[in-house]
Protein backbone atom coordinates (compact mmCIF):
# COMPACT_ATOMS: atom_id res chain seq x y z
CA UNK A 1 0.00 0.00 0.00
CA UNK A 2 1.37 3.40 -0.92
CA UNK A 3 0.51 5.99 1.75
CA UNK A 4 1.38 9.36 0.49
CA UNK A 5 1.78 12.23 3.10
CA UNK A 6 -0.09 15.46 1.69
CA UNK A 7 1.93 18.60 0.79
CA UNK A 8 5.11 16.61 1.85
CA UNK A 9 7.17 17.93 -0.70
CA UNK A 10 6.01 21.44 -0.23
CA UNK A 11 8.55 21.98 3.38
CA UNK A 12 11.35 24.44 3.05
CA UNK A 13 14.12 24.16 5.03
CA UNK A 14 16.43 27.74 5.19
CA UNK A 15 19.94 27.18 7.04
CA UNK A 16 20.67 30.73 8.08
CA UNK A 17 23.23 32.59 10.62
CA UNK A 18 22.66 34.99 12.99
CA UNK A 19 24.34 37.08 16.00
CA UNK A 20 24.05 33.96 18.22
CA UNK A 21 22.39 37.28 21.06
CA UNK A 22 19.37 37.66 18.62
CA UNK A 23 17.99 34.14 18.47
CA UNK A 24 15.64 34.41 20.82
CA UNK A 25 14.14 37.54 19.35
CA UNK A 26 13.93 35.57 15.55
CA UNK A 27 12.23 32.65 17.78
CA UNK A 28 9.89 35.15 19.07
CA UNK A 29 9.04 36.66 15.91
CA UNK A 30 8.62 33.99 13.91
CA UNK A 31 6.37 32.47 16.57
CA UNK A 32 4.88 35.72 16.37
CA UNK A 33 4.03 35.37 12.53
CA UNK A 34 2.35 32.61 13.83
CA UNK A 35 1.68 30.12 10.61
CA UNK A 36 4.70 31.37 8.45
CA UNK A 37 7.12 28.92 9.83
CA UNK A 38 9.36 27.50 13.03
CA UNK A 39 12.84 28.39 14.04
CA UNK A 40 15.04 25.75 15.60
CA UNK A 41 18.58 26.49 16.97
CA UNK A 42 21.47 23.88 15.46
CA UNK A 43 23.87 25.70 16.98
CA UNK A 44 24.03 28.38 19.39
CA UNK A 45 27.28 29.46 19.99
CA UNK A 46 27.45 30.01 16.28
CA UNK A 47 24.18 31.46 15.82
CA UNK A 48 23.05 28.72 13.34
CA UNK A 49 18.90 27.89 13.06
CA UNK A 50 16.83 25.98 10.78
CA UNK A 51 13.91 27.82 9.80
CA UNK A 52 10.89 25.65 8.30
CA UNK A 53 8.20 27.13 6.10
CA UNK A 54 6.59 26.33 3.36
CA UNK A 55 6.88 27.10 -0.61
CA UNK A 56 3.60 28.84 0.01
CA UNK A 57 4.92 31.05 3.08
CA UNK A 58 8.57 31.19 2.47
CA UNK A 59 8.22 34.45 0.53
CA UNK A 60 6.14 36.43 3.04
CA UNK A 61 8.33 34.99 6.09
CA UNK A 62 11.54 35.94 3.58
CA UNK A 63 10.05 39.32 3.50
CA UNK A 64 9.51 39.46 7.24
CA UNK A 65 12.85 38.22 8.15
CA UNK A 66 14.66 40.86 5.54
CA UNK A 67 12.92 43.88 7.25
CA UNK A 68 14.25 42.38 10.95
CA UNK A 69 16.91 44.98 12.45
CA UNK A 70 19.46 42.75 12.20
CA UNK A 71 21.62 40.62 9.72
CA UNK A 72 20.52 37.05 8.42
CA UNK A 73 22.57 35.19 6.16
CA UNK A 74 21.30 32.18 4.76
CA UNK A 75 23.53 29.39 4.64
CA UNK A 76 23.91 27.41 0.89
Do not use: C
Request: aromatic share 6%; proline share 4%.
Amino acid sequence: MNREIPFADSDVLIKARIPRTEIQMLVKYVEGLGHLGVVTTTDRMAGEVLIQATEYTWPDLKKALEAMSFEIVIIE
